[in-house]
């Protein structure tokens, strides 16, 4: 069974621009969490969808923003990049509905913003 | 909000010491899970837990409800071993949401 994958690796991009991460779940997981991880601030979690619907949003600003579509697939979106949002972005998938599963994390999204 | 702390912060052991790293949080949780990352990024979860104790191969788990606290066992520790082990807990009531600790950075010399 293939893994959790994410695209792109790694990206650069500039102050203003905005940028789409897109998150391919393991075959079967409905459940889709994405994770920024810091130096500073470690990892820390921005939000996670069910069946579509965003079921939990950490506390990031509205700049940060994400979707999950029919087949399970999820892209996060960040508008209005800032130099803080550099970052590993990882998006982990689990099977169930109820919480307390198993999470399977994806290699992550190295963002650099300049 | 979940306060979750991590000791030590890091660790430098020679192969084949027990290892132990220590997780403790403020507010009580549905499951508490272990993460390992190597250089490079990847996290792999080790265990999910939410009550008990859990072994796999030389790793072990314990968890206690009451104290708030957790720990995790590298027994005959190996230079693989070597990584950042990261506690995270899964609040209640509905939240799928994951607290991390800060992570302890383990360095295992042969």
């Known amino acids: 069974k293939a893994g959790v994958t994410q695209t792109p690796r790694y990206l650069i991009k500039t102050r203003g621009q905005q940028v789409t991460l897109s998150c391919s779940p393991i075959?079967?997981?409905?459940?889709v969490s994405w994770y920024q991880q810091t130096p500073g601030q470690g990892l820390q979690f921005l939000f996670e969808?069910?069946?579509?619907?965003?079921?939990n949003k950490g506390n990031f600003p509205g700049r940060f923003s994400g979707r999950q579509f029919s087949n399970s697939r999820s892209e996060m979106n960040v508008s209005t990049l800032e130099l803080g949002d550099s970052a590993l972005y990882l998006c982990?998938?689990?099977?169930?509905?109820?919480?307390?599963?198993?999470?399977?994390f994806g290699p992550g999204t190295r963002l650099l913003v300049l | 909000k979940n306060e979750v702390e991590q000791s030590p912060q890091n660790l430098t052991a020679q192969e084949g010491e027990f290892i132990t790293i220590n997780c403790s949080y403020s507010?009580?949780?549905?499951?508490l899970h272990w993460l390992q990352q190597h250089p490079g990024g990847g996290i792999v979860s080790l265990f999910m837990?939410?009550?008990g104790k859990k072994k796999h191969g030389r790793l072990i788990a314990t968890i206690n409800i009451q104290e708030k606290h957790s720990s995790l066992h590298i027994t005959a520790s190996h230079p693989r071993d070597s990584a950042v082990y990261i506690c995270a807990v899964e609040g209640g009531a509905g939240s799928y949401q994951l607290t991390f600790g800060k992570g302890t950075k383990l360095s295992v010399i042969p």
């Open positions: 507010v009580g949780i549905s499951a």
């Open positions: 837990l939410s009550s």
């Open positions: 969808y069910f069946s579509e619907t965003q079921r």
């Open positions: 075959s079967g997981h409905r459940s």
């Open positions: 982990a998938s689990s099977l169930s509905a109820s919480g307390r599963e198993t999470q399977y």
